[in-house]
């Protein structure tokens, strides 16, 4: 068995290669700088990449910092319908995207699989298209086919920089200071890195097939995160607000099929996975 990752150089595509790698699977991770899913070579060239034992894992995706605007959102699909392209000339064995909490509509109700897609803006749109062509894809060419949905994820290497924990340990670092918006009261679920990976590994080694949200089931308020990482910062960090530009909104999840399909999967606590995030940030100032 082999894995092909498309998107090498994204935050979840190297710690997955990193991690197939380490153990010992073979692994072909393709970035941009060798086939470009925007450019018009790219169907014949990612063909005659994928091997019919191969599974492919798609993470690679345009995510908000690079753009919400009508542009990215195409850029996006075209990255996708040149994987469906390729995928009717070059069969696989296995086919993985990864996609996003994001499709998900903000209910008070905790979420699973079954919930119905509802996406609000062009992020959560474009997710919700890339699972559906990649499934219509994988049902005329026979794939078995899975879709992960992970909640926020966070770990030291992510260059997204977005509101939650991996900006709260950045900005105290820093500037010994957490911005919140409000007080901080939304609750949501976040993940860290490794634990993507282990999943991610685990349904690439089952040959999983269907919908699994990969998430912890256990949401916090941003506060309760913003205490946590000032104290594992340590000194005195100051937590501020900055007006709110939204509704409070709050996220809970029902992890019972994540737990079915991978029920010896641990996931790492909330308060371990600062710690590392920390450790690593100071390391690597050194």
Known sequence: MR???????????????????????????????????????????????????DTVVMPAALTPDRGRDVATLMKNLKMAETVCQALTRAACAHLVYVSSDAVYPNSPDPITEETPCSPTDLYALMHTAREQMLGHVARERGLPYCILRPCAIYGASDTHNSYGPNRFVRTAMAEQKIRLFGAGEEERDHIYIDDVVTVI??????????????????????????????????????????????????????????????????????DDGIARIIETMRTSAV
């Open 201 to 270: 590994i685990h349904a690439v080694r089952q040959r999983t097939t269907g919908i699994v949200n990969v998430v912890t089931g256990s949401a916090m308020s941003f506060r309760a995160i913003a205490d946590l990482v000032g104290a594992r910062v340590g000194g005195r960090v100051a937590i501020e607000s900055a007006a709110r530009t939204g509704p409070v909104t709050h996220r809970h999840f029902n992890p019972a099929r994540l737990r079915q399909v991978a029920p010896d999967i641990a996931m790492t606590s909330f």
């Open 3 to 53: 894995v092909v990752i498309l998107g090498a150089r994204g935050f979840v595509a190297r710690a997955l290669a990193d991690a197939l790698s380490a153990a010992h699977v073979p692994v072909r991770a393709i970035s941009r700088h060798e086939i470009d899913l925007l450019n018009g070579d790219a169907v014949e060239r990612l063909a005659a990449a994928i091997g019919p034992d």
